[in-house]
C-alpha cells in the first residue's frame, strides 16, 4: 500500500481523483491504472489521508463523528474484513479528536477482528504501542503507528494468500471514511470541502477489483450487495470537473454509503 505524505493527500483528492476530466468514462487511464496497483496492493487513500484532506478546509468537530460499538463475533470472513476496514477508519477519528480512551477502545476491537482473520500475533504489539502512545497523548506517532498497524494487517494477509480479503479490508475503510466527511461536510458544508467527494474514477477502480476476487467469495450476499452498491455511489460521485457537489448531493452520497456501511455492520447478512 503506497503511504502518501499529509502535504500531498490535498493533491491527491482533487487532483487524482479528477482524472476523468480528460475521459467521458469515469474510468482510470491505463497508464494512472498501472500506477495505481504496487505488488498486488490497491492505492487507495487511507481513511487518514482522507480526513487530513478535509481537515485542511477548516475545523473538524471529529468527536461528532463517532459511531456505537460493533460487534467483534462475525463469523463470516468477508464480513469481517469490510468491518476491519471501517474500524481501521474510526482508529483514526480518534486520534483526529486526540481521545486516548477512544483509540484504545477501538485498538481492542481491531486487534480482535485482525485476529478472527488469522492475522499474525504481531498485531498484539502494535494494539499495546496504541495503547501506550495514547496514554501518552502522542497523536502524530499514534497516527504513524495505526497506519502501521493497517499495513501489517495487510502485508499479513498477502503473505498467507489472502489477497482477497486485502481489497475488501482497503474498501470497509474507503466506505467508512466516506460516510465520515460527507457527514463533515453535511455539518459545516464548503465548496472546497465538497470537492473531496469527486471520485468516480476510485471508485470504479475499487469495483473492478471486486470483480477480481475468487469466484467464491463473490458470490457472498455481502460482497454481491457492496458491489452492487458501488455501481449507485460511482454515479452520486460523479460531479462535472471543476464543479463542487451541492448540499443536497452531499447528503445523497452520505445516505448512499451509509446504508452500505449499515449492511457491513450488521448482524443479518443481506439474502
Given at each position: 500500500m503506497i503511504r502518501l505524505s499529509r502535504v500531498s493527500v490535498l493533491a491527491l483528492v482533487t487532483g487524482v481523483f479528477a482524472v476523468t476530466a480528460a475521459t467521458d468514462t469515469g474510468r482510470l487511464p491505463a497508464d494512472q491504472l498501472e500506477k495505481a496497483v504496487r505488488s498486488d496492493s490497491i492505492?487507495?487513500?487511507?481513511?487518514?489521508e482522507l480526513f487530513a484532506a478535509l481537515g485542511k478546509a477548516?475545523?473538524?468537530?471529529?468527536?461528532?463523528?463517532?459511531?456505537?460499538?460493533?460487534?467483534?463475533?462475525?463469523?463470516?470472513r468477508a464480513q469481517?474484513?469490510?468491518?476491519?476496514?471501517?474500524?481501521?477508519?474510526?482508529?483514526f477519528i480518534a486520534v483526529e479528536a486526540?481521545?486516548?480512551?477512544?483509540?484504545?477502545?477501538?485498538?481492542?476491537?481491531?486487534?480482535?477482528?485482525?485476529?478472527?482473520?488469522?492475522?499474525?500475533?504481531?498485531?498484539?504489539?502494535?494494539?499495546?504501542?496504541?495503547?501506550?502512545?495514547?496514554?501518552?497523548?502522542?497523536?502524530a506517532t499514534l497516527q504513524e503507528e495505526l497506519e502501521a498497524t493497517q499495513n501489517e494487517v495487510k502485508s499479513s494477509m498477502q503473505s498467507h494468500a489472502d489477497q482477497d480479503l486485502v481489497i475488501l479490508v482497503t474498501l470497509?475503510?474507503?466506505?467508512?471514511?466516506?460516510?465520515?466527511?460527507?457527514?463533515?461536510?453535511m455539518q459545516?458544508?464548503?465548496?472546497?470541502?465538497?470537492k473531496v467527494l469527486r471520485q468516480p474514477?476510485?471508485?470504479?477502480?475499487?469495483k473492478s477489483k471486486l470483480n477480481e476476487i475468487s469466484p467464491e467469495l463473490r458470490q457472498e450476499p455481502l460482497v454481491?450487495?457492496?458491489?452492487?452498491?458501488?455501481?449507485?455511489?460511482?454515479?452520486?460521485v460523479s460531479f462535472p470537473a471543476g464543479k463542487a457537489p451541492n448540499a443536497n448531493e452531499v447528503r445523497k452520497v452520505n445516505e448512499a454509503v451509509g446504508k452500505v456501511m449499515a449492511e457491513i455492520e450488521s448482524k443479518e447478512l443481506p439474502k
Open positions: 492505492c487507495i487513500p487511507t481513511p487518514g477548516g475545523k473538524t468537530n471529529w468527536s461528532g463523528q463517532y459511531r456505537g460499538p460493533i460487534p467483534v463475533t462475525y463469523r463470516n469481517i474484513a469490510l468491518n476491519l476496514g471501517g474500524l481501521i477508519a474510526d482508529g486526540k481521545d486516548s480512551q477512544q483509540v484504545k477502545n477501538i485498538g481492542s476491537d481491531i486487534i480482535k477482528l485482525a485476529k478472527a482473520l488469522g492475522v499474525s500475533e504481531h498485531l498484539l504489539g502494535r494494539g499495546n504501542s496504541i495503547n501506550e502512545f495514547a496514554e501518552n497523548n502522542e497523536w470497509g475503510g474507503w466506505i467508512r471514511g466516506t460516510q465520515v466527511v460527507t457527514a463533515a461536510i459545516n458544508y464548503d465548496e472546497h470541502s465538497a474514477a476510485l471508485v470504479h477502480f475499487m454481491k450487495d457492496v458491489s452492487e452498491q458501488l455501481g449507485e455511489i460511482e454515479k452520486l
